[in-house]
């Protein structure tokens, strides 16, 4: 006997609810994690490179399907459909660079030898995984954490967010026609309460989640009760920092073009921009201009200076109510700052400056088109304001002299930096942060080393 369903599509640019889907029920916990213990024992034994075949051959479905896919993502989440077509094309780069690579990444590395012995590190599976999925990027968060561990040799037990489930079913539809077995990836609409289930099971060896700073304070309390590793991709309140530019207006357009993508909503967007003082007020003024504008517009259009609504309801009010918080403490709005009276999730691109530094909602994540601004006078000022956040996940400054930009990005305090250039993104990069940010990483080399058996093996000659 299943829940009432909680897991809805409701299409953001109308608010309409089109499907409503149930929970797993409680019982079924345990027989999900058992069956994902199952498939573990026999896909480790299948050797990495047929391992790898299967992830390619996931690869090729995502760009089969680019077109569905991406379709599904606009309606669940209101992606702007150019944007949606790159994240499924950036998601199946990554589970082919994974399947490309992964057999060279997980290779046995030798650490010492003498007479008698030779000794190996070795790179092994650990057994079923727990993921826990945020709405903001569908199909990307997924391949980040189910791409390595597939290839790895570990299993899978996806939660995706309740307002996504048509993106989780695509995903789980491909894994099967790609030929992944039964039980080694499988999706779940869980509860909270199902989740923590999930977590306590002995079975689970470990949890990823990428989501807020309150989810993973949540997940990482029970992944420690329970002695089982996290992997937490949390919030981020990214300073872009702007010391000297040729062209104010140039540089802002660069700026504003990052912080709207996917409508303000990514973890690693520039949520905060510091300017320096002599082209503080031309930068002001073009993004000012910037975000009159941009007009509402269907998602699914694609049509040119037109901005999505947010992800729902919930983030709408959200966000609305921290402008009203920033005004209240003092703060400037240029221009928006409000809901368009439209069907629908829309909050009006948003210019707000002098916010004051120290107050409660300084230190808060904007994560909609909002356009925070600070003025600074010096790279001293620039630099601790920089760094005065609880958040930690990336940062970029620009500088007309290259080597002021590389001295001043050398001492952000981030995960991810970038000196006159924002921080790389693609398979090849590893992405996380340090703080409340969150901790481990994924992509690139190290997403193979999160959840692995890093065993010494010692062998007499």
């Given at each position: 006997m299943t829940t009432s369903p909680a897991y809805q599509t409701i299409n953001p640019a109308t608010g309409q609810v089109l499907k409503e889907y149930s929970m797993i029920a409680n019982d079924d916990v345990a027989a999900i994690a058992q069956r994902?213990?199952?498939?573990?024992?026999?896909?480790?034994?299948?050797?990495?490179?047929?391992?790898?075949?299967?992830?390619?051959?996931?690869?090729?479905?995502?760009?089969?399907?680019?077109?569905?896919?991406?379709?599904?993502?606009?309606?669940?989440?209101?992606?702007?459909?150019?944007?949606?077509?790159?994240?499924?094309?950036?998601?199946?780069e990554i589970f082919r660079y994974y399947a490309t690579n992964g057999q060279r990444l997980a290779q046995d590395q030798q650490v010492s030898e003498d007479d008698e012995?030779?000794?190996?590190?070795?790179?092994?599976?650990?057994?079923?995984l727990l993921g826990i999925m945020p709405w903001n990027f569908p199909?990307?968060?997924?391949?980040?954490?189910?791409?390595?561990?597939?290839?790895?040799?570990?299993?899978i037990i996806l939660k995706h967010a309740e307002s996504c489930p048509e993106s989780a079913l695509a995903v789980q539809r491909m894994m099967d026609e790609a030929g992944i077995p039964t039980g080694v990836y499988q999706n779940v609409f869980a509860t909270h309460e199902q989740i923590s289930a999930f977590i306590a099971d002995p079975m689970i060896q470990g949890v990823s989640l990428t989501g807020s700073e309150r989810a993973g304070a949540a997940?990482?309390?029970q992944a420690g009760k329970h002695l089982k590793k996290a992997v937490l991709e949390l919030g981020g309140s990214d300073p872009y920092v702007v010391l000297s530019t040729d062209d104010v207006k140039a540089a802002a357009q660069q700026a504003f073009a990052v912080r709207m993508e996917n409508t303000g909503q990514a973890c690693n967007s520039n949520k905060r921009m510091i300017i320096m003082d002599d082209i503080y007020?031309?930068?002001?003024?073009?993004?000012?201009?910037?975000?009159?504008?941009?007009?509402?517009?269907?998602?699914?259009?694609?049509?040119?200076?037109t901005y999505s609504p947010l992800s729902s309801q919930k983030a709408?009010?959200?966000?609305?109510?921290?402008?009203?918080?920033?005004?209240?403490?003092?703060?400037?709005?240029?221009?928006?700052?409000?809901?368009?009276?439209?069907p629908g999730f829309y909050v009006q691109p948003t210019v707000i400056t002098d916010i004051p530094q120290g107050s409660d909602v300084y230190y808060e994540e904007f994560f909609g088109p909002v356009i925070n601004i600070f003025r600074v006078t010096s790279d001293e000022e620039a630099l601790q304001l920089a760094n005065d956040t609880q958040y930690g996940l990336g940062s970029a400054v620009f500088a007309t002299d290259q080597a002021r930009a590389q001295a001043f990005a050398e001492q952000l305090n981030a995960g991810m930096v970038g000196a006159n250039t924002s921080p790389e993104e693609s398979a090849e990069a590893p992405f996380g942060g340090v703080?409340?940010?969150?901790?481990?990483?994924?992509?690139?080399?190290?997403?193979?080393?999160?959840?692995?058996?890093?065993?010494?093996?010692?062998?007499?000659?």
């Open positions: 994902s213990n199952e498939a573990f024992a026999s896909w480790r034994q299948l050797s990495i490179a047929d391992r790898a075949a299967k992830v390619a051959a996931l690869a090729d479905l995502f760009e089969a399907n680019v077109d569905e896919l991406a379709a599904i993502m606009t309606k669940e989440m209101g992606k702007p459909l150019a944007e949606a077509h790159e994240e499924t094309e950036f998601s199946a012995t030779i000794s190996y590190i070795q790179r092994r599976p650990v057994g079923p199909y990307y968060q997924i391949a980040r954490f189910a791409a390595p561990n597939l290839v790895l040799g570990n299993t997940i990482a309390e007020d031309d930068f002001v003024t073009e993004m000012t201009a910037l975000a009159a504008g941009l007009k509402p517009g269907d998602p699914a259009s694609d049509n040119d200076n709408a009010d959200t966000l609305i109510q921290q402008l009203e918080t920033a005004k209240d403490a003092g703060a400037t709005i240029h221009i928006g700052g409000n809901r368009e009276e439209l703080k409340r940010s969150g901790y481990g990483r994924e992509l690139g080399p190290v997403g193979m080393d999160e959840f692995v058996n890093k065993r010494l093996m010692t062998v007499k000659k």
